[in-house]
Nanobody, 125 residues
Framework: QVQLVESGGGLVQAGGSLRLSCAAS????????VGWFRQAPGKEREFISA????????EYADSVKGRFTISRDSATNTVYLQMNRLKPEDTAVYYC??????????????????WGQGTQVTVSS
């Protein structure tokens, strides 16, 4: 019932910026929390950021706080992740996720009901 499509990934030098987009389509009139996670090779998927249904509340992992900003455009059902001062350790596949049925903590993978296909972000040193 919900489709998520990420875009905006790519290759950037350390210190640079990228903006990821997550286009969400779901039940008419539905608004739901959207989160961003990332997964580096050989590592578990980890929480990065989340925004609630109306954009009034956001959360960030400590590793990205102050560098990344999440926002949403309700008119287009798009959630953005602005990533500044990127570091090589930010290299990963980035996924967006939607929470329709779950109300558990944003920090856990199991709390999210739908996932996008992912977009690669590579930060060179």
């Amino acid at each position: 019932q919900v489709q998520l499509v990420e875009s905006g990934g790519g290759l950037v030098q350390a210190g640079g910026s990228l903006r990821l987009s997550c286009a969400a389509s779901g039940p008419p009139g539905a608004s739901f929390p959207v989160g961003w996670f990332r997964q580096a090779p050989g590592k578990e998927r980890e929480f990065i950021s989340a925004i609630n249904w109306n954009g009034g509340a956001t959360e960030y992992a400590d590793s990205v706080k102050g560098r990344f900003t999440i926002s949403r455009d309700s008119a287009t059902n798009t959630v953005y992740l602005q990533m500044n001062r990127l570091k090589p350790e930010d290299t990963a596949v980035y996924y967006c996720a939607a929470q329709l049925y779950n109300s558990a903590s944003y920090y856990y993978v199991r709390s999210w009901d739908y996932w996008g296909q992912g977009t690669q972000v590579t930060v060179s040193s």
